[in-house]
Nanobody, 123 residues
Framework: VQLQASGGGLVEPGGSLKLSCAAS????????MKWFRQAQGQEREFVAA???????SYGDSVKGRFTVSRDKAKNTVYLQMNSLKSEDTAVYYC??????????????????WGEGTQVTVSS
């Protein structure tokens, strides 16, 4: 299984970025696909998820600014990030699991992790 994240980069505060997570070895429509992030010196935190049921969830700090989606034909998950802030600076990771809904935000129990992509928000 491979989860290949891409789309990170340097953006000014208030700007936008769209991350992609291309999956191989699994079908994104059959898994809960998630985004986590880890800022330097901090613990990894939940950002967003789209469950196999199509239900979406977001961390409190990104609600209203980020949108998670998937394209089953391309077997790819996306994270549209708008109104970016300096505190969004982190390495963003794509992940997949089949945990129950109450475990959506848990870092533990993830089946597969992708390599991260760096997002830096700075003027």
């Amino acid at each position: 299984v491979q989860l290949q994240a891409s789309g990170g980069g340097l953006v000014e505060p208030g700007g936008s970025l769209k991350l992609s997570c291309a999956a191989s070895g699994i079908t994104v429509g059959n898994y809960n696909m998630k985004w986590f992030r880890q800022a330097q010196g901090q613990e990894r935190e939940f950002v967003a998820a789209i469950r196999w049921t199509s239900t979406t969830s977001y961390g409190d700090s990104v609600k209203g600014r980020f949108t998670v989606s998937r394209d089953k034909a391309k077997n790819t998950v996306y994270l549209q990030m708008n109104s970016l802030k300096s505190e969004d600076t982190a390495v963003y990771y794509c992940a997949a699991d089949r945990q129950i809904a109450s475990a959506t935000m848990n870092v533990d129990g993830i089946y597969y992790w992708g390599e991260g992509t760096q997002v830096t928000v700075s003027s």
